[in-house]
């Protein structure tokens, strides 16, 4: 078998929103070596014993650095290629929360005082 070595940047500590409105929670991602799909990402939140959403990517197109938001550039074209992915909000967050595949960021729409609290990925 092989190690999957996932690197996670997280770009904000600190996300503030306002009720009604939407906020986007920014990470990203890259594979320290040849990934096995399919790979799940999935988002937790402290409030609920439920996972908020959660993607299985089927596939991905990687940059050299094991980026999968792939972009080539030749001018004057541009190609971006990204994952193939399912993805599975908790009945609470359906059409709410919405995942990114390409970088695993969680878009949070019509926010509610009780959305306030720690995110996990």
Same mark, same amino acid.
């Given at each position: ?16 929103? $306002?009720?009604?409105?939407?906020? +986007? #929670?920014?990470? /990203?991602?890259?594979? =320290? @070596?040849? %990934? *096995?799909?399919?790979? !799940? ?9 439920? $996972?908020?959403?959660?993607?299985? +990517? #089927?596939?991905? /197109?990687?940059?050299? =650095? @094991?980026? %999968? *938001?792939?972009?080539? !550039? ?26 990114? %595949? ?20």
């Amino acid at each position: 078998g092989g190690n999957l070595g996932v690197h996670l940047n997280l770009h904000q500590d600190l996300v503030n929103g $306002t009720v009604g409105q939407s906020v +986007l #929670l920014p990470v /990203s991602y890259r594979f =320290g @070596g040849a %990934p *096995r799909f399919p790979v !799940s990402i999935a988002w937790t939140y402290t409030n609920s014993l439920n $996972t908020l959403i959660a993607c299985t +990517l #089927l596939n991905c /197109s990687l940059g050299a =650095g @094991g980026d %999968p *938001r792939l972009v080539w !550039s030749m001018a004057p074209w541009v190609v971006l290629l990204g994952c193939s992915a399912k993805c599975f909000p908790h009945p609470t967050y359906r059409g709410r929360a919405e995942l990114f %595949p390409e970088n695993g960021s969680l878009l949070l729409r019509d926010l509610k005082l009780s959305d306030s609290g720690v995110y996990s990925v």
